[in-house]
T-cell receptor, first 110, second 112 residues
Framework: GQQVMQIPQYQHVQEGEDFTTYCNSS?????IQWYKQRPGGHPVFLIQ?????EVKKQKRLTFQFGEAKKNSSLHITATQTTDVGTYFC??????????FGTGTRLQVTL | DGGITQSPKYLFRKEGQNVTLSCEQN?????MYWYRQDPGQGLRLIYY???????QKGDIAEGYSVSREKKESFPLTVTSAQKNPTAFYLC???????????FGPGTRLTVL
């Protein structure tokens, strides 16, 4: 069956450092969505990637979809304390259901 | 003010009691979803509904039941058959699956 691994599970950075989380699939994905969940909060949609090799930017966040559509990454440049939270990749699985990855928890300290 | 509402924010129940969690949306979305999140874990799909009067089991449906009598409402009942019901429950909706999902604020259920 389809398996998607998200790495790392946890990362602790100093404010100003960069951060990257990866989402890797054993099979080709039709699309990837990224969500952010602040501590104690609910997931909030960030972006959707559909095309092979697609790169999208939102201020300090850069999202990539691999050429083979089997992996994706989220890169944050110069992290801030407001970036703290858990970042989930999600993909469309069977029966058009969205399946959430395991998430990467980001901690940012001053 | 559009969005998804879940109530209550915190809920306490005694073991063996059924409890119903509310989820309402005024976004005119066709699809609605229920997820369970345990501490430090990801989201697991309990049930989802693509249209009124229809719903499908997700990955962890045992011990839960839902109804979708109205487009804007998708209540979740946690039954006494659910062995470990204490968790954070999130409701979401989308225009249609598998579009972007919009989440409610969640209900933290604690079974004592």
């Amino acid at each position: 069956g389809q398996q998607v691994m998200q790495i790392p599970q946890y990362q602790h950075v100093q404010e100003g450092e960069d951060f990257t989380t990866y989402c890797n699939s054993s099979t080709t994905l039709s699309n990837i969505q990224w969500y952010k969940q602040r501590p104690g909060g609910h997931p909030v949609f960030l972006i959707q990637l559909v095309k092979s090799g697609e790169v999208k930017k939102q201020k300090r966040l850069t999202f990539q979809f691999g050429e083979a559509k089997k992996n994706s990454s989220l890169h944050i440049t110069a992290t801030q304390t407001t970036d703290v939270g858990t970042y989930f990749c999600t993909y469309t699985g069977t029966a058009s259901k969205l399946t959430f990855g395991t998430g990467t928890r980001l901690q940012v300290t001053l | 003010d559009g969005g998804i509402t879940q109530s209550p924010k915190y809920l306490f129940r005694k073991e063996g009691q059924n409890v119903t969690l509310s989820c309402e949306q005024n976004l005119n979305h066709d699809a609605m979803y229920w997820y369970r999140q345990d501490p430090g874990q990801g989201l697991r799909l309990i049930y989802y509904s693509q249209i009124v009067n229809d719903f499908q089991k997700g990955d962890i449906a045992e011990g839960y039941s839902v109804s979708r009598e109205k487009k804007e409402s998708f209540p979740l009942t946690v039954t006494s058959a659910q062995k470990n019901p204490t968790a954070f429950y999130l409701c979401a909706s989308s225009i249609k699956p598998p579009d972007t999902q919009y989440f409610g604020p969640g209900t933290r259920l604690t079974v004592l």
